[in-house]
T-cell receptor, first 110, second 115 residues
């Protein structure tokens, strides 16, 4: 059974720092891996989707990597800003559904 | 604007009452999904539908029911059999394909609480 883990559960860093969020999964047979952002009390916004055949995807200050063999993905955020404060969720496309991590709550201190 | 609309934003349920959460999309997506989100946990799939008039149970379907009579609508009913319904409910849609293979677009959620 696919399991997805995100560590740490919470992270607080000063503005301007580069940071990495981690996501690990137990079964390498995946369609894709997706990163989402969730603001408090809101729905999810898709940030990046990496297909299983890809190694990374980039959007602006965000870069996501995928290493299927080791069951890991990272989300790199460059030059963090207070507006980046949110919960970041990763989800693995596996069989008929997405399997979700519990998220990392990120706080960027001005 | 294309998107997914969930209503209401907040909902309160009395003991023994069924309540229905609305989800409407104008993205022309074939597939729709309902998730439940509890604090400190990942989203869990309740039901999904790949096409009109067809839907499948997810991991936690007990105490819930759905219908898919129209492509753009996928309402979720939380029945009195669901003993712990307090949660944040999210609706999503995607183009057709196996559920994990396509990007999913989300509504803003409905927060359900017990009175």
């Amino acid at each position: 059974k696919q399991e997805v883990t995100q560590i740490p559960a919470a992270l607080s860093v000063p503005e301007g720092e580069n940071l990495v969020l981690n996501c690990s999964f137990t079964d390498s047979a995946i369609y894709n891996l997706q990163w989402f952002r969730q603001d408090p009390g809101k729905g999810l916004t898709s940030l990046l989707l990496i297909q299983s055949s890809q190694r990374e995807q980039t959007s602006g200050r965000l870069n996501a990597s995928l290493d299927k063999s080791s069951g890991r993905s990272t989300l790199y955020i460059a030059a963090s800003q207070p507006g980046d404060s949110a919960t970041y969720l990763c989800a693995v496309g596996s069989n008929y559904q997405l399997i979700w991590g519990a998220g990392t709550k990120l706080i960027i201190k001005p | 604007d294309g998107g997914i609309t969930q209503s209401p934003k907040y909902l309160f349920r009395k003991e023994g009452q069924n309540v229905t959460l609305s989800c409407e999309q104008n993205l022309n997506h074939d597939a729709m999904y309902w998730y439940r989100q509890d604090p400190g946990q990942g989203l869990r799939l309740i039901y999904y539908s790949q096409i009109v008039n067809d839907f499948q149970k997810g991991d936690i379907a007990e105490g819930y029911s759905v219908s898919r009579e129209k492509k753009e609508s996928f309402p979720l009913t939380v029945t009195s059999a669901q003993k712990n319904p307090t949660a944040f409910y999210l609706c999503a849609s995607s183009v057709s394909g196996q559920g994990g293979s396509q990007p999913q677009h989300f509504g803003d959620g409905t927060r359900l609480s017990i009175l």
